[in-house]
């Protein structure tokens, strides 16, 4: 078979398949062949340095020989298997992620991605609490399919309307565009007090659970004040509510601990999880719960399932991602890069008028551009992500804000060159 040409690869994905949240006509896409690192090369030979980690997924980043041998030996042995048959590959990282998590997290239900992560997240809830009502965030994503569609907050939930009933959402902890109009300096976190008043609204012994990312993702990287997952959790168990942290895209290291919320202490009742549990090498999700909850289907029905369930790929891809994350320092990396992420993103707030904001949390880390700092107007940010598609930086952009979310394997130098092409169009619409 011979190869398309650059030109093919474009033409017949654009004719013969759909583009995600996307206007078809307008689709132009890079025709990629080949990665390695935090680069990957389009069909002309033109490298691109990867500030997106693909999708937020590519953590550990692009071909790992330690990987991708996985995949090629699990192949080799025993590619797929009954999701009622027990494999070593599902034993090993059942157990792994039962020592990784926090706190009496120890059974896991696989899926294969987020979104069926947390529509199986919803049915255990519902299940285990005889309640019906699930309360989270607008600002929020937690997948395409019925159920996350209807938890997600933002706009890409209205297509989808009527969704799933029983979804009840709630403003954010977002302080740089305080929904209660108060500034850091004269915060008395009614975010916080705001959740409470929509529970007994909503009637407390009617709501199964609170979910909510980690730290939020492409709603605009939103990191809560420090003492917001502590008083949710203190608010959940004074109401018998369980508390589920969508970490699908803030876990595996990318705010520089294995969970985004390792950094509060709080153990969730679950958590959701894909992306970086397998660095997008192949698909694989997973609802891990407390052992209350496990307990409690010991002698119960579970009424779940997927055909590729605990998938023998996915899960010796799994393991082989957590050994790198381990041996390389990785988790460690996106702490130590992070903080030097973060003092250059201060220096480019500072340097440029355009930037209303930076936020950041190890390797995860965004600007909010705005017209004017005083009316925090967005900026259309078309120019700028055209320029950096021009100069071969691949990154992603969520309305005013651009994302810097480079693999965890990525080095100051490497990040550097990033920085550089994101200040130079900067400079060029300012």
Known sequence: MSELSPQEIIDWSREYTFFSWSVQSQVNPIPVVRAEGVYFWDAEGNRYLDFASQLVNMNIGHTHPKVVKAIQEQAAKLPMAHPGLATEPRARLGKKLAEITPGDLKKTFFTLGGAEAN???????????????????????????????????????????????????????YCYRCPFGWTPQTCHRECIRHVEEVIQHEGPDQIAAIILEGVTGTNGLIIPPDDYW?????????????LIS????????????????????????????????????????????????????????????????????????????????????????????????????????????IVGDVRYIGLFSALELVRDRATKEPFDLTPIMKFLRQHFLFAFNFKNILFVVPPLCITESQLEEGLEIIEEALAAVA
Request: positive net charge; hydrophobic residues 40%.
């Open 119 to 173: 529509e199986n997240a919803i049915k255990l809830a519902r299940l285990y609490t005889g309640r019906f009502k699930i309360l989270a965030r607008y600002r929020s994503y937690h997948g395409a399919t019925h159920g996350a569609i209807a938890l997600t907050g933002d706009y890409r939930r209205w297509p989808a309307e009527p969704a799933m009933p029983g979804v009840v959402h709630f403003l954010d902890p």
């Open 230 to 242: 502590p008083r949710l959790r203190e608010i959940c168990d004074r109401y018998g509510i369980l």
């Open 246 to 353: 969508d970490e699908v895209m803030s876990g595996w290291g990318r705010t520089g601990a294995w969970f985004a919320v390792n950094h509060w202490n709080v153990v969730p009742d679950m958590i959701t999880t894909a992306k970086g549990i397998t660095s997008g090498y192949v698909p694989l999700g997973a609802v891990i719960v407390r052992e209350k909850i496990a307990q409690f289907f010991e002698d119960r029905y579970l009424p779940a399932g997927l055909t590729y369930s605990a998938h023998t790929l996915a899960c010796a891809a799994a393991l082989a991602t957590i050994e790198v994350y381990e041996e390389e320092g990785l988790i460690e990396n996106a702490r130590r890069v992070g903080e030097y992420l973060g003092r250059r993103l201060e220096e480019i707030k500072a340097r440029y008028p």
